[in-house]
């Protein structure tokens, strides 16, 4: 397979793996001297020790994989920097309204939440279940696709993807079973100062490629940040679901949020989650949407492997194989961060409770990691039919992502509402999102745009669960927002 290569793809190879390698030397030399105590905390929460400069490294990279590299340049238009422009919104709702609510409560997990809000289990037990289903389905082999696809690209066909998702695979679910989240956090960072260095470096490289010139000869379309009503985001759409869609992914998602419950203290949080914040509108933006364009002025419409191809084109191989090892961190670190959530997931709101106390997480997280990881490996030829990955994921996660909100917004909106009437709202909305993706605006009974229906959902989740808490169990609920943390059978406490 290698005998075959050029020396050039074997010098990308060798600096590849050498930058690799170096970044897990750093992580383990920084991580070497914590003590582990096998808690949940520990392992989890990187023991509540992470400074506001891992927080914000961590929060960053465990975004910023190649979904966002490949699967927005996939697209080959400026506009899809909406996303990230949006999340900047979404990381400040983060860090003032949610993570004071989190730190209050000493929650592990986000559905901790819940549970303390609604006085009852169910309501976590589903939501965990969803987001366990949705890393296993979307977020895991949808970033070893996505990053495996880069590296097929860069490196060649010679080597098959499933090659390449299996050694990322095996990596990530290392750093995860023998580091836990401090590890994860501390490469995230160092990897994180070299892919935001060289991403920007193929920004100037590639404007340099076409005398930064990205507007002659595109259409206008590729290069308008207004999108129109068959544009992957209408410009309407900014002021519906886009807001909603960053609530859900930087406050209650228990992949990103997880960093900013790690830190000592609250102020050290926000502190973490406002430079990620800033860094989100600063630096993400340009790189996840100018290399797209600069591809389709030199190959074409090449869809998701413009990313790839460019940085073969214009990085020297040494280079392209340094930009290689930090394109595999970021995979990497987005992997080990959602295997190391989703074991916190299932050790704490599945095994504790329904299986027995675990004395020790360290070994339960290295069995539920390694299960995981190969479960992502098989899944990976999923995605390779996808017309864009990005596009793919964004329609995917409505599936969840409404539906799990719709349970916050009733739960930290209203006072009275029980666990069942929220769960009704729950299994209204996924039923709703799923008929309109798979029946409804495939027949074009429904035309409307997935990110406005997205609001449709949200509402009329939030709307059933009303309902059900009036109708069905004689509740009676209180539109108190000023006092999210009220629990059942107890006073008041003012957010």
Avoid at 303 to 321: H, K, M, N, Q, T
């Amino acid at each position: 397979m290698f005998d075959t290569m050029p020396t050039a793809s074997l010098i990308q190879i060798a600096v590849c793996v050498g930058l690799t390698a170096l970044v897990g030397v750093a992580t383990w030399a920084t991580i070497r001297r914590s003590a582990h105590d096998g808690s949940r905390k520990d392992v989890y929460l990187a023991g509540g020790k992470l400074s506001w400069l891992f927080v914000a490294g961590s929060i960053t990279l465990t975004n910023l994989s190649t979904d966002q590299l490949v699967g927005m340049n996939g697209n080959q238009m400026l506009l899809l920097a909406w996303w990230e422009i949006a999340g900047f919104f979404g990381l400040l709702i983060l860090a003032f309204v949610f993570v004071p609510v989190y730190y209050r409560e000493q929650c592990t997990t986000v559905t901790e939440l819940l549970e303390k809000r609604y006085g009852g289990r169910s309501i976590r037990t589903l939501i965990s279940a969803l987001f366990l289903l949705g890393n296993v389905l979307i977020y895991l082999p949808a970033a070893l696709y996505s990053g495996s696809l880069f590296m097929q690209s860069l490196f060649g066909a010679g080597v098959p993807l499933l090659a390449f998702a299996a050694g990322l695979a095996v990596i990530s679910a290392g750093y995860t079973i023998f580091g836990g989240l401090r590890a994860v956090a501390v490469m995230d960072t160092y990897s994180g100062v070299g892919i935001l260095g060289l991403a920007m470096l193929i920004v100037v490289l590639g404007l340099a490629a076409v005398d930064w010139d990205i507007i002659s000869g595109v259409p206008v379309e590729r290069v308008t940040m207004f999108g129109g009503p068959d544009s992957p985001i209408p410009w309407q759409t900014l002021f519906t679901g886009m807001i909603f869609i960053q609530i859900f992914y930087w406050s209650t998602n228990q992949n990103l949020t997880q960093k900013a419950m790690a830190a000592p203290t609250i102020r050290e949080a926000q502190k973490g989650v406002m430079v990620a914040a800033f860094i989100r509108i600063l630096i993400v933006p340009p790189i996840v949407v100018i290399p797209g364009i600069v591809a389709f002025k030199l190959f074409g419409d090449v869809g998701d492997a413009a990313y790839g191809r460019l940085v073969a084109e214009i990085l020297p191989p040494w280079l392209s194989g340094a930009f290689a090892a930090m394109v595999a961190a970021a995979v990497i670190t987005t992997f080990s961060a959602v295997l190391n959530s989703s074991v916190a997931l299932y050790a704490v709101d599945f095994h504790e409770q329904f299986i027995g106390e675990v004395k020790d997480h360290w070994k339960l997280s290295a069995a539920v990691s390694t299960l995981l990881a190969v479960v992502a490996i098989m899944l990976v030829p999923m995605y390779q039919s996808a017309t864009s990955i990005i596009n793919l994921l964004q329609q995917l996660n409505g599936l969840l992502s409404m539906p799990i909100l719709s349970a916050f917004v009733a739960g930290l909106l209203f006072r009275g509402v029980a666990a069942p009437a929220a769960i009704a709202g729950v299994v209204w909305g996924v039923a709703l999102y799923a008929l309109f993706t798979f029946q409804l605006q495939p027949a074009g009974i429904i035309t409307l745009h997935y990110i406005h229906f997205m609001v449709v959902t949200l509402v009329t989740s939030v709307m059933a669960a009303l309902a059900v808490n009036r109708f069905v169990l004689g509740g009676r609920a209180e539109f108190a927002p000023g006092q999210a943390l009220v629990r059942r059978g107890a006073g008041a406490e003012a957010v």
